[in-house]
């Protein structure tokens, strides 16, 4: 199992956390298999529901349940060990840059656990047929 090493958490302007970790491993000679994960823990029952009733919020958070991440993996396959570093940074400062206004937009928690809670409705479909 490869061993997550964080690279950085920076808070947002919404007050979540995203955390950036490196997981990179070696897979031949001097290759490595580059994996940066961005992650964001969420607490359902701190999310701010807009235009909800007090019994479908209880629904949600029981079906998703009290806590849920959101987690991105970004893959590179057989980079160099040199090149190995800067291509960690590069990916995680570009990601960064890209995703930083829809991680902090102020309806993301939000629209993540209703995605979650629909995900979850349709999977239980699909097992009760």
Partial sequence: M???K????IPLE???LVSFYNESKKIAGDRW???VIARIQIVTDQ???TRMDPEKRSEIIQVVGKQINYEKKLIRNFVGEKQKEEIVKAMFESFLQITRPYFS???FAERFVLK???DSLEKRKW???
């Fill in 47 to 49: 999310v701010h529901f």
């Fill in 14 to 16: 919404n007050d979540l």
């Fill in 33 to 35: 298999q580059v994996v």
């Fill in 2 to 4: 490869t061993e997550e």
């Fill in 127 to 129: 097992v009760n047929s």
């Fill in 6 to 9: 964080l690279i950085s958490t």
């Fill in 105 to 107: 937009h102020r309806q």
């Fill in 116 to 118: 979650t809670y629909a």
